[in-house]
Each structure stands twice: as structure tokens, then as C-alpha cells.
């Protein structure tokens, strides 16, 4: 299993960016894919996931309404479309895999290297 992610950067708050997950090696419609983030000082937090088994999703109350998860999967990549950023977005987010989103971002079985979203103030 490989997952690759990108689209990370600098960006002010307000902004938006759009995270991907090039994943491979594995089947989505027997898995959930999602986003958790990291901050220095501070817990994982997970922000947003979607089960393949019935495409349900979830989010963080803190970006519900801001963000969105995606999968396309003729790419095998998903996103995370990040709007109205604020300054507490900042973190590394990783993309992971789990059998369900219930402990998506507690004990991913697969996770990714992370990217770096910044947020500016």
C-alpha cells in the first residue's frame, strides 16, 4: 500500500487549498480513506473521513462547513478541499486508511508521509 499526498503550502486565512491522496495497493470499497492533522503541542485531530463501504462521510466539528472530502476513484486519489482557512488549520495532514472511519485517525492500519498546511494570519 502506498499513499502519497500533496498540495500542502502557505496560504492566509480565508484561503483554500486542496489536499490529494494518491493511493494505491489497495480497494476502496472495502476500506475508509481519510485526513488527520497534527499540530506541534498538540493531539491528532481527525478531520474528515469516508467509509467505502457506503461512501457516508464525516467531519470534524471543527471544519464542518469548511472542508470536503472526496474520492475519484478512476484516479485512486482523494482530496480534502480546505475553504475559509483559519490560522488553526496549521498542521501536517496525513492521509490514512483503516477498515471503518471509527478509529481512522487513532490506529490507521496505512498512513501516508503528511503535508504541510500553513495558515497565516
Known amino acids: 500500500v502506498q499513499l502519497v499526498e500533496s498540495g500542502g503550502g502557505l496560504v492566509q486565512a480565508g484561503g483554500s487549498l486542496r489536499l490529494s491522496c494518491a493511493a494505491s495497493?489497495?480497494?476502496?470499497?472495502?476500506?475508509?480513506i481519510g485526513w488527520f492533522r497534527q499540530a506541534p503541542g498538540k493531539e491528532r485531530e481527525g478531520v474528515s473521513c469516508?467509509?467505502?463501504?457506503?461512501?457516508?462521510?464525516r467531519y470534524a466539528d471543527s471544519v464542518k462547513g469548511r472542508f470536503s472530502i472526496s474520492v475519484d476513484n478512476a484516479k485512486n486519489t482523494v482530496y480534502l478541499q480546505m475553504n475559509s482557512l483559519k490560522a488553526e488549520d496549521t498542521a501536517v495532514y496525513y492521509c490514512?486508511?483503516?477498515?471503518?472511519?471509527?478509529?481512522?485517525?487513532?490506529?490507521?492500519?496505512?498512513w501516508g508521509q503528511g503535508t504541510q498546511v500553513t495558515v497565516s494570519s
Open positions: 495497493g489497495f480497494s476502496y470499497d472495502v476500506y475508509a
Open positions: 469516508i467509509d467505502g463501504n457506503d461512501a457516508s462521510t
Open positions: 490514512a486508511v483503516d477498515p471503518t472511519c471509527a478509529d481512522y485517525y487513532t490506529d490507521p492500519i496505512w
